[in-house]
């Protein structure tokens, strides 16, 4: 399936085409891997920790957890997810976020 990810915080949306199955952590690896390598050489340890949010048609949000499957997860064909690799997104800036967040029609 394929999906939008949005890389935070430049806000670069790539398209990737990955399983039901995938995990998330398996998603933040290949993020870090394609996308980040310096910070990844600075930072070894730091892929648990990024963030990855799924935002729903109408705007709710959840930050999803490292062993679900994205499609466990319930995101499907050509949703947009998030990518932050700073692990310090609380409830508080995730709902900032959700205020500022364009459309993306």
Same mark, same amino acid.
């Not at 705007?59 to 466990?72: P, V, Y």
């Given at each position: 399936?394929?999906? $939008? *990810?949005?890389?935070? +915080?430049?806000?670069?949306? &790539?398209?990737?085409? &990955?399983? +039901? #199955?995938? !995990?998330?952590? %398996?998603?933040?690896?290949? *993020?870090?891997? $394609?996308?980040?390598?310096?910070?990844?050489?600075?930072?070894?340890?730091? &892929?648990?920790?990024?963030? &990855?949010?799924?935002?729903?048609?109408?705007?709710?949000?959840?930050?999803?957890?490292?062993?679900? !499957? *994205?499609?466990?997860?319930?995101? %499907?064909?050509?949703?947009?997810?998030?990518?932050?690799?700073?692990?310090?997104?609380?409830?508080? #800036?995730?709902? $900032?976020?959700?205020?500022?967040?364009?459309?993306?029609?």
């Amino acid at each position: 399936m394929k999906l $939008q *990810i949005r890389l935070l +915080p430049n806000k670069d949306i &790539i398209n990737l085409d &990955i399983s +039901p #199955e995938t !995990t998330i952590l %398996q998603i933040k690896e290949l *993020i870090y891997n $394609q996308f980040f390598k310096a910070y990844l050489e600075v930072e070894p340890d730091c &892929i648990p920790m990024s963030v &990855i949010l799924f935002y729903k048609p109408e705007f709710s949000f959840g930050q999803l957890r490292n062993e679900e !499957t *994205i499609g466990g997860a319930g995101c %499907q064909e050509g949703d947009l997810i998030e990518f932050d690799h700073e692990e310090s997104t609380n409830e508080a #800036e995730l709902k $900032q976020m959700k205020a500022e967040r364009p459309p993306t029609d």
